[in-house]
């Protein structure tokens, strides 16, 4: 057997390498910058080992640096592919090396500036790359394995009694994943719709398990999906003279929310007031209570957990409030949320 050991720590003192020039000099640029370059070392080393193992084993594949295919922007930590520099790359150098019982391994969530700048792409980013292939590769499907058995009508971890779901479609994915639900990205799934590739998600601890199929089809009698949302602030913001909170102000709070980065998971307009409620990410919280505070007046509010359920029904609802607070609460035929708090 021909051992891979030296060639894996040659490759893998080549990426500490670049490591250590970007630490040796003194910052000079944003944090995220620095952020990004670092972080992309962790999917290099790993594919990297993965790779030599793979090859030791007796299984040929090809390693790739996916900074070398997949284009973005500068906009680090969440940075934007660039569809036309990207699939010109998937076609030039991907595709060749998918032969007959070859496979490619590559890396996940990162990708590179015209500049040669590590990049990574946000939340969930190694699906999307995942998906960002499969597109362009117009691949049969996507599998995407988890540690959980399925997608589940809600979390496990606070509700022991979640049951699996074995079949969603695009759209009802990206509306749980809006409430919060800890499935698929939607940025995800808009590349596998755009062309109708079915996505599995399965569980690498138990891979018989069917898991769940996600696609365009219409999925009738679905149970209800309940999203909780824990350490929510509310944000009470209302004008000082009485007068209607109108598009100007509401206009003037989002473009703060805009440049903070920040998205409201509900809000609420009144005659005077706006209500916005929001993860409790501090900093950015009393970033935006002051400069609101410029034109309305600002109550920041904590200790908020805000409960959707999407095909809910009145006993469900009743059950998981009862014995609590509601302090806001809105609907539609088949969304319910409530922000609670213990009674």
Not at 48 to 65: C, F, P, V
Request: aromatic content about 8%; charged content about 25%; proline content about 5%.
């Amino acid at each position: 057997m021909v051992t891979e050991a030296l060639p894996c720590e040659n490759q893998l003192k080549d990426f500490f390498t670049e490591v250590e020039w970007l630490l040796h000099d003194k910052p000079v640029r944003e944090f995220d910058y620095y952020y990004d370059q670092i972080v992309c070392v962790g999917e290099l080393l790993s594919t990297a080992i993965m790779s030599h193992y793979l090859r030791e084993s007796g299984q040929e594949n090809t390693w790739i640096d996916v900074r070398d295919i997949i284009r973005t922007d500068d906009n680090f930590r969440d940075a934007t592919v660039d569809w036309t520099i990207t699939s010109d790359q998937v076609n030039r150098v991907i595709k060749p090396a998918l032969k007959p019982g070859k496979i490619v391994i590559t890396q996940g969530y990162i990708g590179a500036t015209d500049e040669n700048e590590s990049t990574t792409l946000g939340r969930e980013g190694s699906d999307y790359t995942a998906a960002v292939f499969a597109n362009i590769l117009d691949a049969e499907s996507q599998t995407i394995w988890k540690d959980v058995e399925s997608v589940m009508n809600a979390d496990p971890r606070q509700f022991p009694d979640a049951k699996p779901i074995q079949e969603l479609n695009y759209a009802e994915v990206i509306e749980m994943a809006y409430y919060g639900a800890q499935v698929i990205h939607p940025k995800t799934i808009k590349p596998l719709q755009n062309k109708g590739i079915p996505l599995y998600v399965k569980c690498f601890l138990k891979p018989e398990l069917p898991g769940t199929q996600i696609h365009h089809q219409s999925i009738p009698n679905l149970p209800p999906v309940i999203v909780l949302k824990e350490n929510q602030v509310l944000l009470d913001m209302r004008s000082r003279d009485f007068s209607f909170v109108g598009e100007q102000h509401v206009g003037q709070i989002y473009r703060i929310l805009e440049e903070l980065k920040l998205k409201p998971n509900l809000t609420q307009n009144g005659a005077i007031s706006f209500l916005c409620v929001l993860d409790n990410h501090d900093e950015k919280i009393q970033k935006l209570a002051l400069e609101a505070s410029a034109f309305v007046d600002v109550q920041v509010m904590k200790g908020y957990s805000l409960l959707t359920i999407r095909h809910y029904n009145a006993e469900l609802f009743a059950k998981l409030t009862e014995g609590k607070q509601i302090s806001l609460q809105q609907q539609t035929p088949e969304t319910i949320q409530a922000l609670i708090t213990n009674g």
